[in-house]
């Protein structure tokens, strides 16, 4: 494994700190929360990403995307996670995309893998239905009639739900609440008839929604993949998400990282740099080990999607459960670095340690995800 960026990973990675800086600063993402924004993002700084390629790194070119593949991706995620940049990039490239680039059937590719490449379409992912990420707890039903299924069910923490134009539903069609057979994946229409989408705002600002289903008719054709063969597919896009979240937080722990240095060098006690005092200097120093080997384990599951390795779930998880720990110990000592002034909004660090706690719970936390890697590994 290469831990060394090519040429064009390095041109992509300093486009997009460019770009999130300039067009998307943290400064974005307060005025989207004073404003109350109805979207809780920006439709146009979305459409410059997708005119930059950014929407369409794990697409083909062959469906307008620019294939530049996850580790692409996770450099575009890590400096998005520097800014806080509000985006459909988990909801509808990293999630929905790579489900339909998975399972998808040639039509379907084209008409969807196409117009999110664009930008011209926003899609999320309908698939919790707990208050702890569970993706084998499916209790919707989707019940065989005439020609297609009607679907019935409730689910929660839909990120991005209430402004999607099409939901990937998961849903059983056979066995019992539990089972990891029996489910199957279906595009459903947001408009749809019988589909009722509540949004809920995040502690983090972030989108996130709660969908009700009652009597949704769908037709075959909209069935992702096959039949009861929905949780192989999950699998492997959680597995992508759980990877590219875990790049965000990089960028997340990194600036937070950063901007608490340069704190410490201009606060001053007893007439000298806070940054001088040796307790400082050693949870400084403990932190910056930490990151660098956040930042190894990221790159090492991004070459792991991208070549297709066997030991992709167990990598998700590690660099889940280790960022997940790292982003909300990296926050709590920003904060605490600053004082009392910490807790205030004037600084950005608290707006980091929101993000941090919901990033973590988003697709299991350090708990489920060292639990699951250890199941992998046979313990």
């Known amino acids: 494994m290469a831990l060394v960026l090519t040429e064009e990973q ?3 990675r300093d486009t997009a700190t460019q770009f ?18 109805a979207d809780g993002f920006d439709r146009a700084v979305w459409k410059e990403m997708a005119d930059l390629g950014f929407a369409g790194i794990l697409t083909s070119e062959k469906y307008g995307g ?46 969807i893998l196409s117009s999110i490449a664009a930008g011209e379409i926003i899609m999320a992912l309908a698939l919790e239905e707990t208050a702890h990420h569970n993706p084998t707890h499916i209790a919707t039903k989707a019940e065989s009639g005439g020609a297609g299924y009607r679907i019935s069910g409730e689910k929660t923490f839909v990120l991005d739900g209430h402004v999607a134009d099409k939901l990937i539903v998961a849903a059983r069609t056979s066995g019992k609440v539990g089972d990891k057979s029996g489910i199957t994946l279906f595009i459903v229409d947001a408009k749809a008839k019988g589909v009722t989408i509540t949004r809920t705002l995040m502690v983090d600002n972030r989108n996130a929604a709660n969908i009700t289903f009652e009597n949704v008719t769908v037709g075959a054709d ?8 929905g949780s192989d597919v999950l699998d492997q896009v959680l597995d992508i998400a ?21 704190y410490l060098k201009e606060r001053k006690q007893f007439g000298v740099p806070i940054g001088s005092f040796q307790a400082l200097k050693h949870r400084i120093s403990d932190l910056f080990s ?6 190894s384990v990221v790159l090492d599951a991004l070459s792991a999607l991208e070549a297709r390795r066997n030991d992709v779930p167990q990598i998700a998880s590690l660099a889940k459960a280790r960022l997940s720990d790292v982003a909300t110990r990296m926050t709590n000592e920003g904060l605490q670095m600053r004082g009392g002034m910490g807790m205030t909004d004037q600084f950005d660090v608290g707006l980091f340690m929101k993000r941090a706690r919901v990033a973590a719970a988003t697709f299991g936390d350090g708990n489920f995800h060292r639990d699951r890697y250890a199941t992998l590994e046979g313990f």
Do not use: H, Y
């Open 242 to 262: 759980r990877i590219g979240l875990a790049a965000e937080m990089l960028g997340s722990i990194q600036e937070v990282f950063d901007t608490t240095v340069e």
């Open 66 to 111: 620019t294939d530049f593949g996850p580790v692409g991706l996770g450099l575009v995620l890590e400096q998005a996670g520097r800014t806080l940049a509000a985006s459909p990039l988990v909801s509808t490239v990293l999630l929905c995309g790579s489900a339909v680039q998975l399972a998808g059937s040639a039509t379907q590719r084209q008409d």
């Open 10 to 12: 390095q041109l992509l």
């Open 222 to 229: 909209t069935i992702l993949g096959s039949v009861d063969g």
């Open 290 to 295: 930490e990151i660098e080997l956040c930042r």
């Open 20 to 37: 999130f800086q300039k067009n998307v600063p943290i400064a974005n993402l307060r005025k989207l929360r004073d404003s109350k924004s």
